[in-house]
Nanobody, 125 residues
Framework: QVQLEESGGGLVQAGGSLRLSCAAS????????VAWVRQAPGKERELVSC????????YSINSVKGRFTISRDYTKNTVYLQMNSLKPEDTAVYYC??????????????????WGQGTQVTVSS
């Protein structure tokens, strides 16, 4: 297992940018596929983007394509989510989560067992 900690959230105006970080405080994150998942008030959790262990495959939902980029830094045991051109509808608590392997099942949040505590992103209009 890995223990995950998110950081980098905050309050920004529409059109602004944030970079979220997901760091493993225990365990080696390079052995895992990692996802960013968000939950807006009154809404179900939504998988936003994910990347496999060797950074050879990634996936993002259509609403963030061209705006969000997932990446990883193996020397820092960290995965990032760069968020540009933010919109009010991006407002949510953002979580990172980890799972072994790679395949169609990892496009769904039910595949992930290890979760961080979440970081709040608020985009004002």
């Amino acid at each position: 297992q890995v223990q995950l900690e998110e950081s980098g959230g905050g309050l920004v105006q529409a059109g602004g940018s944030l970079r979220l970080s997901c760091a493993a405080s225990e365990g080696t994150l390079s052995s895992y596929s990692v996802a960013w998942v968000r939950q807006a008030p009154g809404k179900e959790r939504e998988l936003v983007s994910c990347v496999n262990s060797d950074d050879s495959n990634s996936y993002s939902i259509n609403s963030v394509k061209g705006r969000f980029t997932i990446s990883r830094d193996y020397t820092k045991n960290t995965v990032y989510l760069q968020m540009n051109s933010l919109k009010p509808e991006d407002t949510a608590v953002y979580y990172c989560a980890a799972a072994r392997g790679w395949g169609p099942r990892l496009m769904k949040i039910s595949a992930y067992a290890d979760w961080g505590q979440g970081t709040q992103v608020t985009v004002s209009s």
